[in-house]
């Protein structure tokens, strides 16, 4: 399925298998946790067969979630390094946000934000995975001590509103910057979107 | 167990007012430790009526027996040798179960609407049918009470007898109690046998006995009469001063409201991002100049 034979290849197929496993498996995440978050959101344990099944299923969902992310972190890691360059495009942010993205330094497959995000997602699926074992009632909670459950419940709860924080931005990115949704999709993006946003990038894939 | 006879005070995972128009009386159980032989009629009796049957357990050389609450076990005695200064050695026994606070912790704590309710007469009770089983009241109770049961995967604790209260019946416990070590009635009445008992204990050498009905908990409708009373631990580790733990607190009161503000602000930030400053297309220069090189290669 080759659109342009000019286009860059962004993503392999597995690499994308890989993000939607894990993406799928985050909103499942998101909307059972939160059903149990908010009494506001205890509603949408009704997506999951009911409140009980919604606090049966989060964890082995975590655990799968846990897993496929754990491979997508060491696929990725290396080309998330932050660099100069990186920390002299986050001190800009503010003026691509506001839309002109004219001065922003040339970035690499990743730009500072990108790398920041993963390395924020990196820390907080650790604390969620370990928090989330600590609360896992059924089979360890009753290995540690309350003090230690209580902070994991807490724990749990501000990581996870951050990291669904982080990844409405995540998303959102994704759609503003228009032509990056299909990098997931099909896995390729267009010559002129990597000039623009990846030049470094684009250079190294092209060679001009 | 669901009761449509006691009004509801405060339902679990419910933000809106619970009804209130009629005004019942604030009832409480009063256990007199100082009375209290330790023979256990009380667990029976609990047993009995709630139709509860434990696993025969194994002896480990105290009469604690079981050793632990469960979910089959919603009241034990705890025995415990001390020895004080003024008395020597004591045996100090002490009927564990719920203390129904008046702030529960398990309530705050609990995620599933109307799982645990507080009537207004004080009593709170787990109402199994609405319990889904993730042990958040655990976490929430500073008398680490609730226990979560193995099979079902629901929680349970002393109902106060709810279900007898509620037809104008004593608890099993207290009807049952050989030397009239449990007594019951409103809370008021039960602070005033408390302070008659108090004042006995004192006439008797026992200058540091007291009411335990403690503050940290806005109270409890279980409380005790203690001949140590500035020694609560003494009793297999009564706290001093229970509170609902800081942590849970920070959980439920302080993150749950601010992250809730915090998600819905970064979706809006989002919408109204887009709505404002609109997309981040790739600019016609760029795609000219890739063009341009495309034609260049060829
Ligand atoms: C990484 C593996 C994870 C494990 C093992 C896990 C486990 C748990 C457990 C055991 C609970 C208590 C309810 C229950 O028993 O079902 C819970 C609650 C929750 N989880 Fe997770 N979880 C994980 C990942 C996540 C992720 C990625 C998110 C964010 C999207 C999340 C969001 C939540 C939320 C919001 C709650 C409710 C917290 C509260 O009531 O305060 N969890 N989780
Ligand atoms: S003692 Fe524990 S279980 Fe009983 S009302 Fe208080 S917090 Fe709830």
């Known amino acids: 399925m080759i659109r342009d034979p000019h286009d860059l290849q962004r993503y392999t197929a597995s690499e994308r298998a890989n993000h939607w496993v894990t993406g799928i498996c985050f909103i499942l995440l998101a909307l059972s946790g939160l059903s149990l978050f908010h009494p506001a959101l205890f509603p949408l344990t009704m997506l999951f067969g009911g409140g009980t099944w919604t606090r049966i299923l989060h964890p082995f969902i975590g655990v799968v979630m846990m897993l496929f992310f754990v491979v997508m972190f060491f696929r990725f890691q290396g080309l998330n390094r932050m660099r100069e360059a990186d920390w002299e495009w986050v001190k800009r942010a503010k003026e691509m946000v506001n839309g002109d993205d004219h001065n922003m330094p040339e970035m690499g497959k990743y730009n500072g934000g990108q790398k920041l995000l993963f390395w924020f997602l990196g820390v907080a699926m650790l604390v969620l995975f370990v928090s989330g074992i600590v609360i896992w009632r059924a089979y360890f909670s009753a290995s540690f001590p309350i003090g230690v459950v209580r902070l994991g419940a807490l724990l749990h709860a501000v990581f996870a509103a951050l990291m669904i924080a982080a990844i409405i931005v995540h998303v959102y990115a994704a759609i503003w910057v228009r032509g990056t949704i299909r990098a997931m999709l099909y896995g390729t993006v267009t010559r002129a979107w990597a000039k623009q946003h990846h030049r470094a990038w684009y250079k190294q894939m092209t060679g001009k | ?298």
């Open chain 2, 1 to 298: 167990m669901a009761l449509q006879s006691l009004d509801i005070a405060k339902r679990s995972a419910t933000t809106t007012e619970s009804p209130q128009a009629r005004k019942t009386l604030e009832v409480a159980k009063l256990i007199d430790v100082s009375k209290c032989i330790g023979c256990k009629a009380c667990q029976v009796a609990c047993m009995q009526w709630n139709d509860l049957r434990d696993e025969v357990g194994t002896c480990a050389g105290t009469y604690d027996n079981p050793r632990d609450m469960t979910d089959q076990s919603w009241t034990v005695m705890r025995y415990a040798e001390v020895e004080t200064e003024e008395r020597g050695l004591e045996w100090l026994i002490r009927k564990d179960g719920c203390m129904h606070c008046e702030d529960p912790g398990c309530l705050k704590a609990c995620p599933a609407p109307g799982a645990i309710i507080k009537y207004a007469n004080g009593i709170v009770d787990f109402h199994q049918e609405n319990c889904i089983g993730c042990g958040y009241c655990v976490s929430g109770c500073p008398f680490n009470v609730p226990r979560i049961s193995q099979k079902d995967s629901k929680a349970y604790k002393c109902t106060l007898c709810s279900d007898r209260v509620a037809v104008g019946l004593e608890p099993a416990c207290v009807k049952v109690c050989p030397t009239g070590s449990i007594s019951f009635g409103s809370k008021v009445d039960m602070q005033e046998l408390a302070a008659e008992r108090v004042t006995e204990l004192k006439e008797r050498g026992f200058k540091n006995a007291g009411l335990y009905d403690p503050a940290g908990v806005g109270g409890t409708h279980v409380m005790y009469v203690l001949n140590h009373a500035d020694k609560p631990a003494l009793y297999s580790g009564l706290p001093a001063d229970p509170t609902i733990a800081p942590t849970v607190t920070l959980w439920k009161s302080v993150a749950k409201p601010l992250a809730m503000a915090g998600m819905a602000a970064a979706a809006l930030g989002g919408l109204f991002h887009y709505v404002m400053k609109g997309p981040n297309e790739v600019s016609k220069e760029i795609e000219a100049e890739v063009e341009r090189e495309l034609e260049g290669e060829k």
